[in-house]
């Protein structure tokens, strides 16, 4: 590991929260930059297997794209090899809470994500992404006594309601 | 982006982490030191906008000083990028839990921030801040069947309760 | 600060993931490779300290070993100082959850620790951990109505009962 590498990492970081930060703000052509275009997604330990940039795209837009999905990915503590000059794997772990307001859900989990990431035309970007859940749980909300969704980045425009 | 940029990145980085970090902790002079003089702070979508230093640690201490309000803002997934020798912006990842033991509340939520940074005297400074929510909530504390704070910063000295 | 010594952050923050991972995982033999023989753990306020490598790990697998002890453990905005070019110490944010489906509770919490690393050999390793928490809260599961746990690393493997 020597400083160059270090350029390769920050790159490589940078085209995975890309990806995070356009899923949650539901900006799918930005989204399309993160990935090859053979990519290859397998969600929930394989569960949800998606073959090429469209059809993940497609996947995600579809089950994750309504106003009411209020979505957090997080991820973290990468773990980044460079396994050739274009070519490099990640580790990285996740958590995530999506609050369905017209399911009256909220999920929550804990995942690792096992990713590869290839340089084309010197940039880097997502050729394979899959995770496995440390756990999951559901949640109906309606059941929690008092609970109160208090901002929506889509019905209020990020500000919440409640008074400092 | 070569590695000298790298050591740019890291010392924004760590103004933004010492900022969170004095948040949680209640440090504000501390905190004092992660802003430029005419700082801007706009939280939550531009609610509660601030001008000046000391305009934006009085309301954080004001806010968020009691020691019956326990927080944790945690930033991630940064996307920054140098814009002079001397400025740059950031994107970031929030998400946070307060836990009010004085009013009976948690609230939870996710945000995205949008910063700019200063290098004033050789130093990263942080110039502009303010986040957007992806969504929030609230949800009283005493509803919770068996609910139980176990551990607190300010009176348990950070020791828990529960026996592993 | 130049880009060397970032070369020796990245590989501090390295073994300080592998550490996180490693626990969340239950690999407790990888997770060996983490401290130097002696290295003190001080968790919880010092509530719970071990001496040497064998007493972390033998108490880590012990308290939580089980497969029905689901643990996510994240850490975030490391403050790493180098002190000498083999010593260092860091500041970090933690945030985790345990969902206990054999006992009916999840705890939460949030936490910064504070560490010490020794370079051994050419290798970064902790020397010296623990945290003191902000806050952590404990809830009896089966008193949350419709909660239901839809994902297991351990008997599910990691894949979710949800129908996207």
Known sequence: ???????ELEAIKRVKYRYMRTLDQKLWDEMATCFTDDAV???????YRYEGREAII???????????????HRIHQPEIELTSPTTATGTWAMDDVV????????????????????????????????????????????AV????????????????????
Chains 1, 2, 3 share one sequence.
């Open 99 to 142: 609050v369905m307001t017209d399911w009256d859900l909220t999920i929550r989990g804990a995942a690792f994500y096992e990713d590869r990431y290839e340089k084309v035309n010197g940039e880097w970007k997502i050729a394979h992404t899959g995770y496995k859940r440390t756990y999951e749980e559901m949640q109906p909300r309606a």
């Open 145 to 164: 006594p008092g609970l109160k969704l208090t901002a929506s980045w889509w019905t209020t425009g990020g500000v919440s309601d409640i008074d400092a």
């Open 1 to 7: 590991m020597n400083a160059d590498d270090l350029v």
């Open 58 to 72: 497609e996947f995600l837009s579809r089950s994750m794209g309504a106003d009411t999905f209020h979505s957090s």
């Open 41 to 47: 997604a397998a969600y929930s330990g394989g569960k």
